[in-house]
């Protein structure tokens, strides 16, 4: 199943398998409303974060991947709303801290996105970075969670 909401940065592809969430992904398909409960906490818990109206994510959540990218994938779920991390950062959060491109490349394949925010992690410069959405997309995703702030690093 799967329902598609429109957004600020762009329409935005749902979809669930028994009870679970595993992609949030850009479509260039038009609006189909939710039709499952776990659809409708989906997108109503999205809007609630474009409209700035929440923080964190209550879901289900079942994304396809390997081992190593679904350990990276639950390091970006501990980068709180509004921080970044660098991509060495969250490598030597999961004890591989010579694996940056790797991260960078679970990062890439990240189904989940916004919820399990890929977007939150920059280049050891500041660098906004390898985003599979686009620099512009991130930018927009930072922007919102720092109150129109530049984003800082934390070390």
């Known amino acids: ?16 398998q028994e009870g679970k969430i595993t992609k949030i992904q850009y479509t260039k398909e038009e609006s189909l409303e939710p039709s499952s409960p776990v659809l409708k906490m989906a997108a109503k818990q999205l809007r609630e974060y474009f409209a700035g109206q929440r923080t964190e994510f209550d879901l289900p959540l079942n994304p396809e991947g390997t081992d190593f990218q679904r350990k990276v994938w639950h390091a970006l779920e501990e980068i709180p709303y509004g921080e970044v991390r660098t991509y060495k950062q969250i490598a030597e959060r999961i004890g591989k801290p010579m694996a940056c491109r790797a991260v960078g490349m679970a990062n890439n394949k990240n189904p989940i996105m916004i919820v399990v925010p890929c977007h939150r992690v920059i280049g050891s410069n500041g660098s906004l970075i390898g985003y599979a959405y686009g620099i512009k997309v991130k930018q927009k995703l930072i922007t919102l969670e720092k109150g129109n702030t530049k984003y800082n690093l934390i070390q």
């Not at 429109?6 to 592809?13: E, F, K, L, Q, S």
């Open 1 to 16: 199943m799967y329902s598609i909401i429109a957004t600020p940065v762009g329409n935005i592809r749902i979809e669930e």
